[in-house]
């Protein structure tokens, strides 16, 4: 019965920052991997940054110059540092955890961020 479930999201000014946590719950082992995903209105879900349990990273181009996304294995929880906010990351941010390589990804209920003046 894992669990995925974002926090911190909000509404900040162009070239703000934002942190968002995703823990994911329920399993006693670390998730293979655990990553972000975000949806603007009338868009299709974008792949953000994905990070392993063996803190192997990727972003996607971008935002790999402005998002940082870090791990707590002990936690199980992934981190997306948002720096340099522009009203085009205004969107639901969705967090994503892959249990065991292969299996399907767990999803969070999203958290949104809106960047705006």
């Known amino acids: 019965q ?3 479930a974002e926090s911190g999201g909000g509404s900040v000014q162009p070239g703000g920052s934002l942190r968002l946590s995703c823990a994911a719950s329920g399993s006693s082992d670390s998730s293979y991997a655990m990553g972000w995903y975000r949806q603007a209105p009338g868009m299709q879900r974008e792949w953000l940054a994905t990070m392993t349990n063996l803190g192997r990273t990727t972003y996607a181009g971008a ?3 402005r998002f940082t ?3 707590d294995d002990d936690k199980n929880t992934v981190y997306l540092q948002m720096d340099s906010l522009k009203p085009e990351d205004t969107a639901v941010y969705y967090c994503f955890a892959i249990l065991k390589i292969g299996a ?3 999803w969070g209920q999203g958290t949104q961020v809106t960047v705006s003046s």
Do not use: L, P
């Open 104 to 106: 399907n990804k767990k």
């Open 63 to 65: 935002v790999k110059d």
């Open 2 to 4: 894992v669990q995925v």
């Open 69 to 71: 996304i870090s791990r």
